[in-house]
């Protein structure tokens, strides 16, 4: 059973930094074969993409984030962190790390979700 727990959330200021990992376990195979991505869900708003990272290691990310935000996949530790800057208040909502087999790009998992607020 594959398992995704975040970690690392919290509540800051805005232009303050903050970092979320997620930490794989029950893979089927080596998490360097799985891509893997953030996710965000404001109140009363849809889940939209944050940054994914493939599993060759190629980052993506919203367009609202790039230059501020930063993916990085640890295959070793079987955890993806979101490293987070210059956050502003819009960046608050609900964080859910997704992981997928690039075998079968129909396979999602997802965590929990873990709370990000930015306010001042």
């Known amino acids: 059973q594959v398992q995704l727990v975040e970690s690392g959330g919290g509540s800051v200021q805005p232009g303050e930094s903050l970092r979320v990992s997620c930490t794989a376990s029950g893979l089927a195979a080596d998490f360097g074969a799985y891509g893997a991505g953030w996710f965000r869900q404001a109140p009363g708003k849809e889940r939209n993409i944050v940054a994914l990272?493939?599993?060759?290691?190629?980052?993506t990310y919203a367009d609202s984030v790039k230059g501020r935000f930063t993916i990085s996949k640890d295959n070793a530790k079987n955890t993806v962190v979101l490293q987070m800057n210059s956050l502003k208040p819009e960046d608050t909502a609900i964080y859910y790390c997704?992981?997928?087999?690039?075998?079968?790009?129909?396979?999602?998992?997802w965590g929990q979700g873990i709370q990000v607020t930015v306010s001042s």
């Open positions: 990272i493939d599993s060759f290691g190629t980052p």
């Open positions: 997704e992981a997928h087999p690039r075998w079968d790009l129909r396979v999602n998992y």
